[in-house]
């Protein structure tokens, strides 16, 4: 009715300083900016890191080969709170990932981009001139130096745009938030490299079901004669820790029935125990907790949504603390994709950087984490459920694998001989000298075969079946 209702009014001003004032590490702010280049059609993202010799001439670059944004496009698509939610699939979802995560790291902000083939249009968010003129107004042009020539860093990006023809480039110049990771008593080239490693892990982490799928190629670089380099996938259920007796084990995709009033789904989940820190053999699995976790955070809930990592660790309140990170629980972790089209339902925030799970639906996880399984060769084969499998692998696992590398070099030993040498445990040498040992005889008495289920009926001694099993094992970690 008449009356009743009046303009909502924000101050310009205000609202910046709330914009800048997000709390984004400098990798979850890249991450954001490159969902916008996958969303729009990129195979291949760049981003470049621009050093300088001081910290006031660091300025940061997205590059992507996306569809790009026409002219006519721009301001609609700058509008904070411009929604793809017509589209389920996109990483993006409420319209202000760019801009937010930009502004939380920069306070000048210029989007150049065009169709292929067309030409370049150009917005800029300018974080002085809004707090000085307390005005929401975009720039049509680059940041002007002193004698009014663009910025050097605007120059060499759109150099670079041209010569390597990308569609579209997000510039940050003015970082103010380099006071996160550049440490008081390091050097700000020291501080800077660290903090790029941090990046990449980050970023291995978050789009690495993506990477994996090999359908784009993500790449930083710090500009220069050293060349860019790739962004590898870093899966966080670390899979190439196959050891049979000591690696990653899995639950395999389950399901989970979550109804609300307004909709039944079917939540699809995974149960990951990865292997014993002394156990893990692959240089990328250490990797993953180099980030801005380690591995004690890393334990928890794995939420994705269109493939994309939202969260990595916290159990939220599944121990019955929220906050709770228990040393023994950090081999244990679940991965949970959540609808795309229902991601209210599921409290996913403006930022990305966040899901709070419905209390029914980790209530109905908890109960499902409660079933007996068997998980691999973890306490033989038992019946456990998985909060006492991955404990049980945390308390034994370690001191069983030493057990066996003491066995595995006892066993490579030469005791005629005085000479010192230093042994690395060689677990095909104990293939090898076994070979040697057993005597050529049939083991194998019949083969069944159903589906992917193979069962081998054996005959000989319990001796002879137990070589024949560890010979198996072996095998298996040295193809």
């Excluded at 205000?14 to 969902?35: E, R």
């Excluded at 033989?380 to 459920?385: E, N, P």
């Amino acid at each position: 009715m008449a009356g009743e209702s009046v303009d909502w009014e924000s101050d310009p001003a205000g609202m910046m300083k709330v914009y800048q004032g997000q709390n984004y590490d400098l990798g979850q702010s890249i991450a954001d900016l490159v969902d916008n280049g996958i969303d729009e059609g990129a195979t291949k993202v760049e981003i470049h890191i621009h050093a300088g010799a001081e910290d006031k001439d660091l300025f940061i670059a997205i590059f992507d080969n996306g569809t790009g944004i026409h002219e006519s496009e721009f301001d609609d698509i700058m509008k904070l709170g411009h929604s793809t939610k017509t589209d389920a699939t996109k990483l993006g979802v409420f319209g202000v990932g760019l801009k937010l995560s930009s502004l939380a790291q920069a306070d000048e902000v210029t989007i150049v981009s065009g169709k292929k083939g067309g030409d370049k249009s150009l917005r800029r968010i300018s974080a002085p001139y809004i707090l000085k003129h307390n005005l929401n107004k975009l720039m049509k042009f680059p940041r002007p130096n002193i004698d009014g020539s663009n910025s050097a860093a605007y120059e060499e990006c759109h150099t670079k745009m041209d010569d390597e023809d990308w569609s579209t480039f997000i510039l940050l110049e003015n970082i103010h938030s380099k006071d996160q990771f550049l440490a008081i008593n390091e050097h700000y080239m020291t501080s800077l490299s660290k903090e790029i490693e941090r990046v990449k892990v980050h970023l291995g982490l978050i789009f690495h079901r993506i990477l994996e799928q090999g359908e784009v190629e993500i790449s930083i670089g710090t500009g220069g004669a050293r060349a860019s380099t790739k962004i590898q996938p870093l899966h966080p259920g670390l899979p190439r820790e196959n050891d049979l007796d000591f690696g990653t084990v899995s639950s395999g995709k389950q399901t989970i029935a979550y109804d609300t009033d307004e909709v039944q789904l079917n939540i699809t989940v995974e149960y990951i125990i990865l292997p014993h820190t002394k156990t893990i053999h692959h240089k990328s699995s250490r990797k993953i907790n180099k980030g801005y976790k380690r591995a004690n955070d890393m334990q928890g809930l794995y939420i994705y949504r269109n493939d994309r990592l939202i969260q990595y660790g916290n159990w939220q309140g599944m121990f019955g603390d929220v906050s709770r990170n228990d040393e023994h629980a950090k081999l244990g972790k679940i991965f949970i994709d959540i609808p795309s089209d229902h991601i209210k339902l599921f409290g996913l925030n403006p930022t990305k950087t966040e899901v709070k799970l419905p209390v029914e639906f980790l209530r109905r996880l908890l109960g499902d984490s409660k079933k007996p399984r068997k998980w691999s060769n973890i306490e033989k084969g038992k019946l456990l459920t998985f909060f006492e499998a991955f404990d049980s692998r945390y308390r034994k696992d370690g001191k069983a694998f030493k057990k066996k590398q003491d066995q595995g070099t006892a066993a490579t030993e030469t005791p005629t001989d005085t000479t010192e040498v230093t042994t690395i445990f060689d677990p095909a040498t104990r293939v090898r000298q076994r070979k040697k040992v057993l005597k050529p005889k049939r083991i194998i008495r019949h083969i069944e075969e159903n589906g992917t289920t193979i069962t081998l009926n054996l005959e000989g001694t319990d001796e002879e079946h137990n070589n024949f099993i560890e010979a198996l094992k072996e095998w298996r970690i040295n193809e």
